[in-house]
């Protein structure tokens, strides 16, 4: 039996609860009687001091979900004025995309490496003599460390022959790669969005689930009820993530209220045909040393925000979504796309792509097809018009970026000698401003994701990475094709 994480099951809950409102219609009526379906009259508190403060934090959920920064936001005025007609008015293009519910922040101590219990004091002074900056000195029995004087290294845990160096983490300030989380005086993180490179992993490893993306769900559900063509293109790795087939998936996504859905294989192939033609042109023809992949954005714009002198060898051909939304609205030109995907990068991407209206993550998904009582079992197959690769339908994996390039390289394809970095944190990050810099590389084509695992690896996915890796290879091998069928030309 697979035991509850409580962080994530709230977020879904309001996720939920906000869905099955809009589909009964009943959204601005009962929306302010949110956090009490969730957290019912007669409850104890579970997780916080009380009741009362639980179902506050529940609102600020609700308030993120509908897509304000919650901490810019008046939270006296009621739920259901934030979904009416006469709702504050707020900006989709913002740079701030994720919010901190200030209330649901644990205040976690800081970050630091301190001595335990287990510390004997000895002879040795292994931790004093492995400190390079003079921090750490023994004294009655027992090693310090002064904090004022510590850069955290590590060498101190690393040396002690008792492990009783322990170091304390925050984990939203340890996961982020770029040291865009902060603490304010009060101890509570605060996002430096100058630095962000909207990677969500913060989001995705804070145990309290303090730290939200401001969602355009509310807007894409208005969309289901608009009357306009409305497109739903979703990514390679959705194949991992439902446990049913895409084509089910397609079917189900069609009763939520969308009329047509693209699968953003297609526009990984056309990027494929482009990248491997921009690689003979510059790696080949031009002798340059090596070319990265362009279709992570997080990554793209951690070059431009933090090694821009990396930019010259990244490829400008643009992502698969921007492509297959391309392709969209050139066959349904009053269509509104949606793209489907599992990181919070796509948002910030899509703020700039002029064929790119909205972005919704997995778990929005998954919140919609509850909220609309959908049984995906129950759902019969739809067939696409067009197959993409077999490699195409693996983009979201580890290696299938790269591969994809070296099939449509033809007989330049023997030229690739590709190289995978999979994860951004300060160790990839150490290595890519050494290429940067050298102008070498293990490989001439680099492939760079920001997610462990490619894109099943991202911060709105549902299922774990082996079991979604293994989902999107099966589905790929069973519905690919060989061949191109949608050609970079078209």
Not at 131 to 138: E, M, P
Not at 217 to 235: E, F, R
Not at 353 to 379: P, Q, R, W
Not at 397 to 423: F, M, N
Request: hydrophobic share 35%.
């Amino acid at each position: 039996m697979t035991k509850r994480n409580y962080s994530e099951h709230f977020k879904m809950e309001v996720l939920e609860e906000i869905c099955s409102m809009f589909y009964k219609g009943t959204l601005e009526k009962d929306i302010n009687h949110l956090p009490w379906n969730i957290i019912p009259k007669g409850s104890e508190a579970a997780f916080r001091c009380c009741v009362y403060k639980e179902r506050a934090i529940l609102k600020l959920r609700a308030l993120a979900a509908f897509g304000y920064s919650v901490n810019e936001v008046d939270e006296a005025i009621p739920l259901n004025e934030y979904v009416g007609q006469n709702n504050p008015q707020f900006d989709h293009k913002s740079n701030k995309l994720l919010t901190v519910l200030e209330s649901a922040c644990s205040a976690c101590v800081k970050s630091r490496y301190m001595v335990s219990e287990l510390c004997q004091g000895c002879l040795a002074r292994k931790c004093e003599n492995a400190c390079f900056f003079n921090a750490v000195t023994v004294s009655n029995h027992k090693a310090h460390i002064d904090q004022d004087k510590c850069k955290s290294c590590g060498k101190c845990k690393d040396a002690c022959p008792y492990g009783a160096i322990l170091k304390l983490t925050v984990p939203c300030e340890e996961s982020c790669p770029v040291n865009a989380i902060k603490k304010n005086e009060k101890g509570i993180a605060k996002i430096d969005h100058s630095l962000c490179i909207s990677c969500g992993n913060c989001m995705k490893n804070c145990p309290f689930g303090a730290i939200m993306e401001r969602s355009q769900i509310l807007d894409v559900l208005k969309q289901t009820k608009a009357g306009k063509p409305l497109v739903a293109m979703v990514a390679p790795s959705i194949a991992g993530q439902f446990g049913i087939s895409v084509g089910q998936l397609a079917t189900a996504i069609k009763e939520l209220g969308f009329t047509h859905v693209y699968e953003v294989a297609l526009g990984a192939d056309i990027t494929a045909q482009k990248e491997a033609a921009e690689f003979i042109e510059k790696v080949v023809d031009e002798k340059r040393p090596f070319m990265t992949t362009s279709c992570c954005h997080a990554y793209t714009r951690l070059a431009k925000k933090h090694i821009p002198e990396l930019l010259p060898y990244i490829s400008s051909t643009g992502t698969p979504m921007h492509y297959t939304a391309q392709l969209a609205k050139k066959e349904i030109p009053e269509a509104i796309t949606v793209f489907v995907g599992p990181c919070l990068s796509k948002r910030k991407e899509a703020q700039t792509d002029e064929y790119v209206d909205y972005v919704i993550s997995y778990e929005e998904l998954k919140a919609m097809i509850f909220g609309k009582g959908i049984n995906l079992e129950d759902c019969p197959e739809t067939e696409f018009d067009r197959k993409a690769t077999v490699e195409a339908l693996k983009f979201g994996i580890t290696g299938g970026v790269a591969q994809t390039v070296k099939k449509a390289a033809g007989d330049y394809a023997s030229l690739i000698k590709e190289e995978v970095i999979a994860g951004i944190d300060r160790k990839n990050i150490f290595k890519l401003k050494a290429y940067a810099k050298t102008g070498k590389s293990a490989g001439n084509l680099v492939e760079v994701m920001c997610c462990p695992g490619g894109c099943v690896g991202g911060c709105s996915t549902i299922k774990p990475i082996k079991e979604a890796r293994e989902q999107e290879e099966a589905y790929a091998e069973k519905a690919g094709v060989d061949s191109f069928q949608v050609k970079a030309s078209e």
